[in-house]
């Protein structure tokens, strides 16, 4: 049985009366529609998935003290990269082939919800293949959507390929404000008609084409969300005060091997000249530099000798010249980072936009510096809600003071084993580096959010030496 909503242009053109002051006279206009062809088996099929990702929320990771870590950790292709590439799959209707897809909630959450809308998935070793040829709605408003704010980036594609889309509002950490108005300004600024609903955005345009936008701040989602609307516009679309962070320059590069023509790459001001069609690509996404940042801090906070590897050196270079700055010892070769033993010392930080110190490694760092000589300083810039996992670390013993925007931590200080929550994604890293450190075992609650964004961490950790182990 096949469950169908449709939305003709006229109808939906009838339901955005502001949209008729942009026009010069009051006849339909052949814009794109909503639509929805799924059936009854595949609603069911989401709804199924939405409840599998929901138990693992019982979950909890049991933490010893580590006296030392040792040997080679491989990290894994990076969240922040894969996601807008898997959303990009919905501008293609040829194959798409990813190699190595990292195993984690998000991912499972984004591919979901791509199935619901009618991409087929299929997998063979560590390539899997997405086919869009014939997708059957352009409406993502499962509850799978409102799990992860990367959902927003299927806004982007769906405008770009078909003209309209509409999706739940989006969820993820909560870590404070990350308002879309900047994608939003941006699709307006193509051509889209955008318009709000208590729980979702939509917009529908007659085709979208090419223009001058200028972002007010350089949103990495919203460089993301506008370059893959702009990909098979109509003309040339520019996009000034871009993010420089890696992972926009790795989807500007999967794209262009899909045939977008993209210039500009790794600068601040991306071109778009707009393809009619995409064709079959197989790629896999750069490193996680934010893993693997979380591994040399591992290293560090126990004294150990650990090597890092499938990463890119400098796509962490600010964290790696904070740490050096903090008397780290860091050999870098291509494709790897080398940390050894290390007496470390207090450092001030400022998270800030790329090339500037991560707002990704803040927690991780503030772990570290609870065991570094002296008096500390991060200053959050990018997020106002993002010291939450403070409590959970002076739970443990850390001697940490909140002033505004600035935390003050003085070390090096004991930790002992607590009960902590893990209050976001990188904040669950910042629980299992402490529990390294800290004298008993530590049992770390809400690991879902870890599970988010760490490939396997409790295993890749054991092979260092670690004793960690999870539980129900």
């Known amino acids: 049985m096949k469950s169908t909503i449709n ?14 002051s942009k026009t010069k006279k009051r006849s339909p206009i052949m814009a794109a529609a909503l639509f929805d062809n799924r059936t009854s088996d595949s609603i069911k099929n989401s709804e199924k998935e939405y409840r599998r990702l929901q138990k693992g929320k019982s979950e909890r990771i049991l933490v010893k003290n580590a ?17 807008p590439i898997l959303a990009a799959v919905i501008l293609s209707k040829k194959p798409v082939h990813l190699i190595n897809i990292p195993d984690l909630r998000d991912m499972h959450a984004l591919i979901s919800i791509l199935e619901d809308m009618g991409v087929k998935v299929s997998k063979k070793g560590r390539t899997t293949t997405f086919d869009a040829s014939n997708l059957k709605t352009n409406i993502a408003n499962s509850d799978l959507v409102s799990s992860m704010r990367a959902s927003n980036l299927i806004l982007g594609p769906l405008l770009g390929r078909l003209g309209a889309g509409r999706v739940a509002l989006p969820g993820g950490c909560p870590i404070g404000g990350r308002p879309m108005d900047i994608h939003l300004k941006g699709f307006e600024q193509l051509g889209a008609t955008i318009t709000h609903g208590c729980d979702f955005i939509q917009g529908i345009s007659t085709g979208l084409s090419g223009a001058d936008i200028k972002l007010s ?14 990909v098979l516009a109509k003309g040339k679309t520019t996009i000034s005060n871009a993010a420089l962070e ?26 778009i000249q707009g393809v009619s069609e995409l064709h079959e ?19 560090l906070m126990t004294n150990s000798k650990v090597r890092v590897e499938n990463i890119n050196p400098q796509h962490i270079q600010p964290v790696i010249k904070i740490l050096k700055d903090m008397n ?17 010392k207090a450092a001030k930080v400022v998270t800030l936009p790329h090339p500037g110190f ?32 403070v409590e959970h670390l002076k739970r443990m013993g850390a001697n940490i003071n909140i002033n505004g925007k600035t935390a003050t931590i003085v070390g090096p200080t004991p930790l002992e084993g607590r009960p902590v929550t893990c209050t976001d994604l990188r904040a669950s890293a910042a629980m ?41």
């Open 7 to 20: 939305f003709p242009a006229y109808a939906m053109l009838m339901d955005m009366p502001h949209f008729w």
């Open 328 to 344: 780290a010892s860091i050999r870098v070769e291509k494709n790897m980072v080398e940390v050894r033993k290390s007496k470390l």
């Open 67 to 83: 006296k030392k870590l040792h040997g080679m950790v491989s990290v894994s292709p990076a969240k922040n990269a894969m996601l």
């Open 217 to 230: 701040f350089p949103s990495v989602g919203a460089t993301e969300n506008i370059m893959m609307a702009a």
């Open 432 to 472: 299992v580096l402490s529990a390294l450190v800290a004298k008993g075992v530590t049992e770390i609650r809400d690991v879902f959010h870890m599970d988010r964004g760490y490939d396997h961490l409790e295993r890749k950790m054991g092979l260092l030496g670690a004793s960690i182990s999870r539980i129900s």
């Open 246 to 271: 890696p992972e926009i320059d790795d989807l500007a590069n999967f794209l262009n091997k899909m045939g977008a023509k993209i210039s500009g790459v790794g600068t601040t001001c991306l071109t």
């Open 281 to 299: 690509v197989t790629y896999q996404a750069i490193g996680d530099r934010i893993e693997a940042a979380t591994y040399i801090i591992a290293a």
């Open 358 to 389: 991560p707002t990704d490694v803040q927690a991780q760092l503030m772990a570290l510096m609870t065991q570094a000589e002296g008096k500390s300083e991060i200053t959050e810039t990018i997020f106002e809600n993002r010291f939450m996992h």
